[in-house]
T-cell receptor
Framework: DTEVTQTPKHLVMGMTNKKSLKCEQHMGHRAMYWYKQKAKKPPELMFVYSYEKLSINESVPSRFSPECPNSSLLNLHLHALQPEDSALYLC??????????????FGNGTRLTVT | DAKTTQPNSMESNEEEPVHLPCNHSTISGTDYIHWYRQLPSQGPEYVIHGLTSNVNNRMASLAIAEDRKSSTLILHRATLRDAAVYYCIQRSGTYKYIFGTGTRLKVLA
């Protein structure tokens, strides 16, 4: 079992819906990440939070809105998505620090389908 | 931006060693090299990392070229459970973990 929990595991939504993806970790990590993974492709970085502040936004469209309410939780709010946004959305966390040996701990993802 | 390239797929016989290569020609002096693997229907999991020296852990070994523009992940005895997609990752800065193209490893019984 992974120490990073993502809910829901699967989500189907229409293009006019609003939904949220949730991610939780209790390892005391202070950096949290959202990645998007299309089929047979590597994960692509979307957002990074460090100490609950947004540190990196990889030019992600505004229909994706991240939120980090506290150091254990990370949300991704979805609104007016397109069918091409269908993908596996992965959450990860890592210990805070500048050293290179901060491995990412991934959840098993939310499989999103936009109809 | 950082860019790493890997062969699309490789095959190995069970119980034999596997060498998975990665090119990271844009790497800078402070970028760490990480390797992760992803089993079907799971998130990626950490395998090993290094900066300049070769590294060993219980899962694998990592050999880093002297110019650091390439590295090789070595699985000493492949098992059927090692069948996965293996990603080489350049860590640029504190938080930018940029995944390589990935190698799908098939292990033959």
């Amino acid at each position: 079992d992974t120490e990073v929990t993502q809910t829901p595991k699967h989500l189907v939504m229409g293009m006019t819906n609003k939904k949220s993806l949730k991610c939780e970790q209790h390892m005391g990590h202070r950096a949290m990440y959202w990645y998007k993974q299309k089929a047979k492709k590597p994960p692509e970085l979307m957002f990074v939070y460090s100490y609950e502040k947004l540190s990196i936004n990889e030019s992600v469209p505004s229909r994706f809105s991240p939120e980090c309410p506290n150091s254990s939780l990370l949300n991704l709010h979805l609104h007016a998505l397109q069918p091409e946004d269908s993908a596996l959305y992965l959450c990860a966390s890592s210990p805070q620090g500048a050293q290179g040996y901060s491995p990412l701990h991934f959840g098993n993802g939310t499989r999103l389908t936009v109809t | 931006d950082a860019k790493t390239t890997q062969p699309n797929s490789m095959e190995s016989n069970e119980e034999e060693p596997v060498h998975l290569p990665c090119n990271h020609s844009t790497i800078s002096g402070t970028d760490y090299i990480h390797w992760y693997r992803q089993l079907p229907s799971q998130g990626p999991e950490y395998v090993i990392h290094g900066l300049t020296s070769n590294v060993n852990n219980r899962m694998a070994s990592l050999a880093i070229a002297e110019d650091r523009k390439s590295s090789t992940l070595i699985l000493h005895r492949a098992t059927l459970r090692d069948a996965a997609v293996y990603y080489c990752i350049q860590r640029s800065g504190t938080y930018k973990y940029i995944f390589g193209t990935g190698t799908r490893l098939k292990v033959l019984a």
